[in-house]
């Protein structure tokens, strides 16, 4: 299936994702958790796309699928037109690191290390020099107004805080493809204004940006949103 | 990613787990101390019974009866002043600088006044207090005058002096009953401190041979006779001159055969370093145990460590950190914690092996340093490389959702 009716040929628009009949399927016999079911699923170049769904109906189990921090139980998942289970280990990472920016649900930065060493980190695994790596974490940090933080840890930070160490994290390396689950969830109004208008921005440049959300109001933002419910995916509606 | 990168990281991470880092260290610091401090003490306990063994007096020869062994029921023929003039003879006996005839009596009753003590006399001549390394204290020693006119005149072990007179007296003058027999003392022996040779001299008292026989033993046979060689190196020389002698003066035809028994320090000596051999083995079984213990404490904390960081794992591997970064990390921290262990390790034992212990000084065994350290570095390498490796592997979402 694939989405963004009434846009141009599909044929001629290359899909950064391209997902087909996906399953993934969480231990087995008895208590098999069948998290996703024959999922379909392409995203061109530069779209927004917002995920909702009831929780537990496998939101974040689709997005780390395709963030390629875990392999699919059957389906196959193109990510720029390479076939993900081609690649080893090592291209994998590289993947990960050169073009996607992950948000987590739940943070996920490393304890007793300051906010700007984790907003650092990606760039370190990039190759890039301390100086730049320094300037433009730095610059990371006040685009998500934490500018003067950067030597607090996380268990020094606020939750919303550590949300935005998070997001400045995956932004810091400029990936062509960002992937949010609930980059908002533990923001203020005023927060969320802000993470999401620079994700509006991110989209005006040319971003592709993924993002699973509660808020409606979060989901009002994106082009087009997609409904997952018990592990199946349907289209809700195609914006703009 | 740099090895520079990677270094810094493993620093960090090891600065971050400050207490679980010190405590790794401990178990190397331990494990390595031990070794050292251990080995160090059997060397240097080998290295002071080897002196006190040269103190024996290395030109030292005893000569004691014997049961021969095919003659059950028959006692051997006994030593005899006769044995002890044929050994003294520079013909037969070039090698031989002293003989001295000596009886003894274990367990002999010494009175002075109210106190009493148990002690061993030991008759002999002047020729002995050489010939057996016995060095006086206070006094004089009895002289050949002493011993031809039978002068009961004793010198008393450090021992002895104390029970009698008071820790640290000087009795010289005073007199003492040897088995109800009144003798003067006239001098006594310098502390030998425990241990010397196989009876503890400070329990012995000294006095003529003729002394002796005249009014405690009789002038019958000799306990044994004291022989001192001309030189160390004329020891041996001197030993199968007195096994010649007295084979003669015996009757004996084969060495099986024989009536008396030669000793000599340099038997002794052969027979302490097998002894201390198996002691310092021991030490070191002891040593490798506690290293193997170190070694477990090691692989212990590291999988620990791997493991309490499996999500940090995760959240690496997520940012795009490539199998051999996350490995090259774990690796270059259970580096880091072995090397610096293992040189407070090193730093410990050598510390420990300068507290005096008695008399004698452990003495650091460089080759077990370099074993201490490799084991420990080698173990800390392996041990901290498998859970990393395991921990490398694993898939960026597994890791994360480890707590
Ligand atoms: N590791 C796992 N083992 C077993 N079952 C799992 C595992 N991870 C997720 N599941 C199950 O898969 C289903 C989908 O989970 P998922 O985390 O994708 O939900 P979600 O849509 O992100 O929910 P939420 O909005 O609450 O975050 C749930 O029923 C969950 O119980
Ligand atoms: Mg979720």
Known sequence: ?????????????????????????????ETA?????????????????????????????????????????????????????????????????RQIGFIFQAFNLIPRTSALANVELPLVYAGVGRRVRRERAQAALSLVGLQGREDQRPNQLSGGQQQRVAVARALVTTPALLLADEPTGNLDSASTRDVLGL?????????????????????????????????????????? | MSVVEIIRFAVRGLIANRLRSLLTMLGIIIGIAAVILLTALGNGASQYIQGQIAGLGANSITVLPRQPPDTAGTDGRPLTQGDVRALADPQGAPDVASVSPVVSLQGTTVEAGRARTDATIIGST?????????????????????????????????????????????????DVLV?????????????????????????????????????LTGFGDLTQIVVQARSTEAQAAAESEINSILDRRHGIDVPDNRDYQVLSARQLADVLDDTLGAFTLLLAAIAAISLVVGGIGITNIMLVSVTERTREIGIRKALGAPPSAILGQFLVESIILSVVGGVLGVAVGYAGTLVPLGDFRPVVLPSAVVAAVGVSAAIGIFFGAYPARRAARLRPIEALRRE
């Open chain 1, 1 to 29: 299936m694939t989405a963004g009716t009434g846009t141009a040929p599909l044929e001629q628009v290359p899909h950064v994702l391209d997902v087909r009949k996906l399953s993934k399927v969480y231990g087995s016999g």
């Open chain 2, 126 to 174: 002047p020729s002995y207090f050489p010939g057996a390394n016995i060095q006086l204290g206070t006094g004089r020693v009895y002289t050949e005058a002493d011993v031809t006119a039978g002068r009961k005149v004793i010198l008393l072990g450090r021992t002895v002096a104390d029970d009698l007179f008071g820790v640290g007296s000087d009795p010289v003058g005073q």
């Open chain 2, 179 to 215: 088995r109800g027999v009144p003798f003067d003392v006239i001098g006594t022996l310098a502390p030998a401190g425990q241990g010397q040779g196989l009876s503890n001299p400070d329990e012995n008292v000294l006095a003529p041979l003729t002394a002796v026989q005249g009014s």
């Open chain 1, 199 to 240: 994700f509006d921005r991110l989209h005006a440049a040319g971003r592709t940006i993924v993002l699973i959300t509660h808020d409606d109001e979060v989901a009002e933002r994106a082009e087009r949103v997609v409904v997952v419910s018990d592990g199946r995916l349907t289209e809700a509606r195609a914006r703009r």
């Open chain 1, 33 to 97: 958790v069948h998290a996703l079911r024959d999922v379909d699923l392409t995203v061109r170049r530069g779209e927004y796309v917002a995920v909702i769904g009831q929780s537990g109906s496998g939101k974040s189990t689709l997005l780390n699928m395709l963030g390629c921090l875990d392999a699919p139980t059957s389906g196959r998942y193109l990510l720029e037109g390479l076939d993900v289970a081609d690649l080893d280990e090592r291209q994998q990472a590289v993947l990960r690191n």
